[in-house]
T-cell receptor
Framework: EAGVTQSPTHLIKTRGQQVTLRCSPI?????VYWYQQALGLGLQFLLW???????NRGNFPPRFSGRQFPNYSSELNVNALELEDSALYLC??????????????FGPGTRLLVL | SQQGEEDPQALSIQEGENATMNCSYK?????LQWYRQNSGRGLVHLIL?????REKHSGRLRVTLDTSKKSSSLLITASRAADTASYFC???????????????FGKGTHLIIQP
């Protein structure tokens, strides 16, 4: 069974640009989570989508947004990039309901560098 | 914001020895999970312990949870060179809708196993 996949693996952008990151969850999972792992700040929860809706978001500005498609894949968009947005962006998926919904399975991440 | 705090920040031991990492958290939780990350890649789920459990085993891993002290420990027995990685604890609070919410991660313990 395929795991969580993310694309691209690496990305270099300049300040002020916009970026879109993509994530495909494990088959059967309806929830997708996005996390940012920036140097010195650790892993921070960004967004949670389930059944196409945003369920919760972390403490990030509105220029971080995303969506979930009918096939449960998801995009993370970051507008007006800032240098401090340089980080590893991790996507995770899980079932929504039941005990098994509490385990999140992570993809390999997209490493974003903002110059 | 970071809820979990792992201790120690770094640990170096000889292959074959046992490694113990601790995690403390601040708020009430539904469950606590441990993840491993190799060289800044995606996270691998190791084990989940629920708030009503005190101890859990999985292969060479043993996790304990003390909700009165808001702390958990991860023990890796008979360590191997391949166990070299960063280990994170993550706490989950149940979403009001019944599913899982975004995880709150600690800053991690970097474990080095020397051959």
């Amino acid at each position: 069974e395929a795991g969580v996949t993310q694309s691209p693996t690496h990305l270099i952008k300049t300040r002020g640009q916009q970026v879109t990151l993509r994530c495909s969850p494990i088959s059967g999972h309806t929830s997708v989570y996005w996390y940012q792992q920036a140097l010195g700040l650790g892993l921070q929860f960004l967004l949670w989508y389930d059944e196409g809706e945003e369920r919760n978001r972390g403490n990030f500005p509105p220029r971080f947004s995303g969506r979930q498609f009918p096939n449960y894949s998801s995009e993370l968009n970051v507008n007006a990039l800032e240098l401090e947005d340089s980080a590893l962006y991790l996507c995770a998926s899980s079932f929504m309901w039941g005990d098994s919904g509490e385990t999140q399975y992570f993809g390999p991440g997209t490493r974003l560098l903002v110059l | 914001s970071q809820q979990g705090e792992e201790d120690p920040q770094a640990l170096s031991i000889q292959e074959g020895e046992n490694a113990t990492m601790n995690c403390s958290y601040k708020t009430s939780i539904n469950n606590l999970q441990w993840y491993r990350q190799n060289s800044g890649r995606g996270l691998v789920h190791l084990i989940l312990i629920r708030s009503n459990e005190r101890e859990k085993h999985s292969g060479r891993l043993r996790v304990t949870l003390d909700t009165s002290k808001k702390s958990s420990s991860l023990l890796i027995t008979a360590s191997r060179a391949a166990d070299t990685a960063s280990y994170f604890c993550a706490t989950a609070s149940r979403y009001s809708g019944g599913g899982a919410d975004g995880l709150t991660f600690g800053k991690g313990t970097h474990l080095i196993i020397q051959p």
